[in-house]
C-alpha cells in the first residue's frame, strides 16, 4: 500500500487515475476474450454445418452443442463485463457495426441480448447459422440474437399482435 501511494505520488496521479487505468487493461483484455470467443463459436457452428457435420443423435452432437452452450455463456458473461467497464469509464462502445437494423419482435431470452419490438441494433457480426452478434442501441448492452427477428434499416414496423415465442 505504501509502495502503490509512492508510485502514485510520484507520477502525480490519483488513486482514480490508477483505478482507470486498470479498468482500461481490464477492458482491453475482454474485448481481446469476446474476439476469441467469437472465433471459436464460429468454428463451432462452421462445424456442425461444414464437411464435418454431425449425425443426429451421435456422441460427437452432444459435444459440440456443449462447446457451442459454453461458448455463448461465456460470451454472455464478457458482454457483461465489457458494459460494466465500458459505463463505469465513461467510454461509448466502439463497435465495428457491420449494418444497422431494426428489431420486428421481442426477444428476451436469458444470456442473450434483450430488445423489445422496434428497437434499433447494431449489427457486429453475422455468424450465418441463424444468430448474430449486436448492439442494441437504447441500452448499449451486447450479445446474441436470432437474426430472423431484425429487419435490415431503422424504420420497419412489426405486424400488430406478430410475436415470437421467446422464452424457449
Do not use: M
Not at 66 to 71: G, N
Not at 94 to 115: M, N, P, Q, W
Amino acid at each position: 500500500v505504501a509502495l502503490k501511494a509512492a508510485v502514485l505520488e510520484r507520477l502525480g496521479w490519483t488513486d482514480s487515475d490508477a483505478d482507470a487505468l486498470a479498468a482500461q487493461d481490464r477492458l482491453a483484455t475482454v474485448r481481446a476474450e469476446i474476439e476469441k470467443q467469437s472465433k471459436i463459436r464460429k468454428g463451432v457452428v462452421g462445424y456442425t454445418t461444414g464437411q464435418f457435420a454431425y449425425k443426429e443423435g451421435t456422441k460427437d452432437r452432444t459435444g459440440v452443442e456443449a462447446q457451442l452452450a459454453a461458448c455463448e455463456a461465456a460470451l454472455a458473461k464478457l458482454y457483461a463485463e465489457e458494459a460494466r467497464l465500458v459505463s463505469q469509464l465513461g467510454l461509448e462502445t466502439a463497435d465495428k457495426v457491420i449494418r444497422e437494423a431494426t428489431s420486428l419482435y421481442s426477444y428476451a431470452k436469458d444470456g442473450d441480448l434483450r430488445f423489445d419490438a422496434g428497437a434499433r441494433i447494431g449489427v457486429i457480426a453475422d455468424f450465418g447459422d441463424g444468430w448474430s452478434e449486436g448492439v442494441h442501441r437504447g441500452t448499449g448492452e451486447r450479445g446474441l440474437f436470432p437474426t430472423a427477428y431484425v429487419t435490415e434499416g431503422n424504420d420497419a414496423a412489426p405486424d400488430a399482435g406478430a410475436g415470437a415465442a421467446n422464452d424457449e
